[in-house]
Every structure is written in structure tokens, then in C-alpha cells.
């Protein structure tokens, strides 16, 4: 998704021969330091292993029922007290008050679906397949899963790996973003104040080194990463390693692709939303817009119209429409990207490229075209509020750029003609694809890409039994 596992090594400092992160959270509007989180000792991963051991084999003798009120409990503390939860998201990674206000209630959404859909979920399923004999798959607890999560949604995404699993019975560590540390140590919090049991949720402040521990311990049996494609590789090689079940949700350059019979004004909200929400910081952000020559000039000008009207400020002010990217390094990181892009041929079609300055993260939205296959920055996700935009002239030149990315994650088509859209969607490769709407993560469905994207899904039943053994029971 990003590089918070960049970031998670670079921070790395090491001191009396041991690697110790930096877990600091830094206000991104102002720059100014809130807390630091001292790294987690030997000790207390141990004693976080050992909880989750001692909840593993107790819910295996408590009713799932039993687990699904306690996880309504967890719903309705974040719902209670949504104005508490959502101010950690503003000032840790910068995220709009009222996004962080609606990322809290949707982290209590995603919760109460597996309250009410879990144990449909994981009830036994027939498999006869063989005339005359019975069988039936059983879903059931493996042990701890390790769920390594990114900055941009700091309480979805650790719901989206805990709430199944909590049905479930597998236990769950997190090792959050470092720049998000009060966000991770709030979401424990939550765990707490709703009763949930000892040993069912535990946030670490875990160094390199106690993260391969953790994959390689016997008592953990599955790790769930969302990250960079990066950060992808170094945990999927460790778990493979130690032949541990892995998930991976990774980056993304979804297209929002825009026919000639698309309705104008429903293809520019889509598109100006999906590129500039979370100040473009979403794994499924309509990254490279491929509009057909028949649009195009109207499509452009109202997107430039719609992109002039976001404009920086507190992220605390409700009256605020950008907000300050989630970090320095991340500014300077797309700053740095977006050098290589004019440098290797592209050119701003609007906005100003020039860094901004001062204490705070900010980035301003650009359009920019010219990206060729040559260029060194095509198939890298840029990950802020820049749009690519391409003028195409039919399905054959649309399938042909959209499919020529290592990544596969999400994407967009509008047309008024839906069984048209729907047979092009079928053509471009990727996870997951929306037709006449910004994609979004929704709790019923799957979510997951394909190719450097990653593998495995989150949310809906699929999620919830990626980390289950499916046992087969053959009479």
C-alpha cells in the first residue's frame, strides 16, 4: 500500500548491538513531537505470545456466541466514542476530522459484521462428492496470526485481520506503523475498555528483530500484512521461510477508466473522490485515469475545476479539504517521485510541483500526463494526490494500458451502458473493480489484488476463513 515498512527499517537504530524503532507520533500539520513509545523488550513479546497461546486454547471450550458479543462490545465502544478514537487519526497521520470520524464508524462496521455473519461464516459446510459417502468441512482456530498494518487507516485496517479472527478463536499482534503508535495503542485500549480477554488482542512496539521471532514461533501460525510491495516480500519471505500462512494486501495503480457514454458528472465526482480522498493516500486510489477521446476534453476541465477547489489546511477544522500528507518522509518520498516523472518525460497538465514548505506535509494536487512505458516512475504507485490521466480510443487500447502493470489491486469503469462496463471489467486484471462508483472496501465482499498486489482476501466470508483449518470429515 505504502512504505511504512520502508520507513519501519529505516528507522531502525541500533543500540548495545540490538535494532530499537523509533515509534513516534509527529503531527503532520505542524511537525510538532506528541509522544514516543519505547520499543517493546524480549519480555513483553513473550508474555504477549504466552496470552495468545492461553486465549487460543480457551476459546477453543467457549461458544463462539460468547465471542461474538464481546466483539459488539468492541463495535460499540469505538461508536460511543467516535470524536475520542477519530482525533489520534487527525494527529497522528493527518487524516481529515471528519474522515477520521467516518474511519471510526466503519472500523465499528466492520466488526458487527462478523458479529452477525461469523458464525454462518464457519458453520459446517457439505462436500459430498463421492456417491454414496458423506463429508463435511469443519472451520476451525490455528493460533496467534501476527498482523503487520499500515498508517493510512489505522483502525480498519487492524479490524478488517481482528474482528474474523476473534470470531474465529486465532489471536491477534499487531505491529502497527511506527508513526502511528497512539492510534495502535488506542485500538488496545478499545480491546480493554470493552472486556474483551486477555491474550485475544495485543499491541506491540516490536523491533525487526522481534517480528521474525514472532513469525518463527510455533505459538504463531499466520501473518497478515498490509504494506508495500517491499515491505510484501521481506514478511512473505519470512513466513515462507517458516511455513507460515500469509496474506498479503500490497500497492496498487488502479485505473478509473471513463467511456464515451459515461455520465460526466457522476465520472468526475468518482474520479476526483477516489484520486483525492485520504489526500490520495488509498491503496485503491484512482491513480491513472484512461478516458476515451470522445470525453476527454470535458472530462479534464471539470476534473481541474473540481481539483482547485481542495485546499490545504488544519485537518482539525471541519472546514479543511486537504489535509497534510501522513509525514515528512512521505512528502519528501513523492516529492522525490514526482522529479523522476517530469525528468523522465511527463509534464504537468495542473497544479504546481513546487515543494511546499514549512514544519507541515503537505502536498498539492496534481494532473499529470505523458507517462510512457519508458518512464522510470510508470509502474510505481505514487502515493498522494496525483493523477495520471490518458487519452484512449477504444476497449483494445484501454485493456492493453491497464493491464500492463505488475500490480492488481482495485480499478473503476463508468459507462451508461452497464452490460458494456461490466464486459470490460471482466478483461482487466485485477482483484476488484467498480463500475460507476469509486471503489470501497465493504465488509460483505472480498478485498484483495492479485499479481505484486498481493494474495488473500480480506473481509466478507473469505476472510474470515483465510486463517481457519478447513478440515475435512470424510463419514
Not at 4 to 16: A, G, I, Q
Amino acid at each position: 500500500m505504502i512504505f511504512h515498512y520502508n520507513e519501519f527499517v529505516m528507522s531502525l537504530k541500533e543500540e548495545r548491538g540490538r535494532f530499537l524503532m523509533a515509534y513516534r507520533a509527529v503531527n503532520p500539520y505542524n511537525g510538532e513531537l506528541i509522544k514516543e513509545f519505547p520499543a517493546a523488550t524480549d519480555a513483553e513479546v513473550e508474555q504477549a505470545l504466552t496470552a495468545a497461546k492461553a486465549f487460543y486454547q480457551q476459546a477453543k471450550q467457549q461458544p463462539l456466541e460468547q465471542r461474538a458479543k464481546q466483539l459488539a462490545a468492541l463495535a460499540n465502544e469505538f461508536t460511543q466514542k467516535t470524536d475520542y478514537y477519530a482525533k489520534f487519526l487527525t494527529t497522528n497521520m493527518g487524516k481529515l476530522i471528519n474522515d477520521a470520524r467516518g474511519e471510526v464508524q466503519k472500523t465499528a462496521a466492520f466488526a458487527n459484521y462478523y458479529v452477525e455473519h461469523g458464525a454462518a461464516a464457519l458453520a459446517d459446510q457439505d462436500y459430498t462428492a463421492i456417491a454414496g459417502r458423506k463429508a463435511h468441512l469443519e472451520f476451525s482456530s490455528i493460533g496467534a496470526i501476527v498482523a503487520v498494518e499500515p498508517w493510512n487507516f489505522p483502525y480498519t485496517q487492524v479490524m478488517r485481520v481482528f474482528a474474523p479472527n476473534f470470531i474465529l478463536g486465532n489471536p491477534v499482534i499487531l505491529k502497527h506503523a511506527s508513526i502511528v503508535p497512539e492510534c495502535a495503542q488506542a485500538f488496545e485500549d478499545a480491546c480493554q475498555a470493552a472486556g474483551l480477554p486477555a491474550g485475544a488482542f495485543k499491541n506491540l512496539f516490536a523491533t525487526y528483530d522481534q517480528v521474525n521471532r514472532m513469525i518463527s514461533d510455533p505459538r504463531v501460525q499466520g501473518v497478515a500484512l498490509t504494506g508495500s510491495e517491499k515491505a510484501g516480500e521481506r514478511i512473505a519471505a519470512e513466513a515462507g521461510h517458516n511455513l507460515k500462512k500469509s496474506t498479503m494486501e500490497l500497492g496498487g495503480t488502479d485505473v478509473c477508466i471513463v467511456l464515451n457514454d459515461a455520465d460526466l458528472k457522476k465520472a468526475v465526482a468518482g474520479a476526483v473522490n477516489g484520486r483525492l480522498r485520504n489526500s490520495g493516500q488509498v491503496c485503491t486510489s484512482a491513480k491513472r485515469y484512461l478516458v476515451q477521446s470522445g470525453i476527454y476534453d470535458e472530462f479534464l476541465a471539470a476534473i481541474k475545476e473540481e481539483f482547485a477547489k481542495y485546499q490545504p489546511g488544519d485537518p482539525l477544522d471541519e472546514k479543511t479539504t486537504l489535509a497534510p500528507l501522513s509525514s515528512k518522509s512521505a512528502q519528501q518520498n513523492l516529492q522525490t517521485q514526482i522529479k523522476a516523472v517530469l525528468a523522465g518525460g511527463a509534464k504537468v497538465l495542473w497544479g504546481d510541483p513546487t515543494p511546499v514548505t514549512g514544519p507541515g506535509a503537505f502536498f498539492m494536487p496534481l494532473i499529470i500526463t505523458g507517462m510512457t512505458y519508458d518512464n522510470p516512475m510508470y509502474d510505481h504507485e505514487l502515493f498522494g494526490p496525483v493523477a495520471q490521466i490518458y487519452q484512449v480510443e477504444d476497449e483494445s487500447q484501454i485493456v492493453e494500458l491497464a493491464n500492463h502493470s505488475n500490480y492488481g489491486l482495485g480499478g473503476a469503469i463508468y459507462s451508461e451502458d452497464l452490460d458494456k462496463a461490466r464486459q470490460l471489467a471482466s478483461k482487466i486484471e485485477t482483484g476488484q473493480i467498480a463500475v460507476n462508483q469509486p471503489l470501497s472496501s465493504l465488509p460483505e465482499l472480498p478485498f484483495g489484488g492479485i499479481k505484486k498486489s498481493g494474495y488473500g482476501r480480506e473481509l466478507s466470508d473469505l476472510g474470515i476463513r483465510e486463517f481457519a483449518n478447513i478440515k475435512t470429515v470424510l463419514g
